[in-house]
């Protein structure tokens, strides 16, 4: 079972993404034994999705409302 490439989503328990066949797959995202992240792999591209939590922005950014961060 040998991945081909690896991407980082921001999306869990499931990431969807266009496969190469045309066809919008998702992949369910579990966390494993040894690895603190949570990972799936499709099926069909033999591609790896690892979840990464989004962190908040250090620049602020300044709206209507005054400043905030995202």
Known sequence: MEATDIRTVYDFPVAGHLCSDGAVHYVKLVRRSGNPKPQGVCQQCRTTFQY????????RHYGSEGASHF
């Open 52 to 59: 990464e939590k989004p962190q908040r922005s250090r620049v």
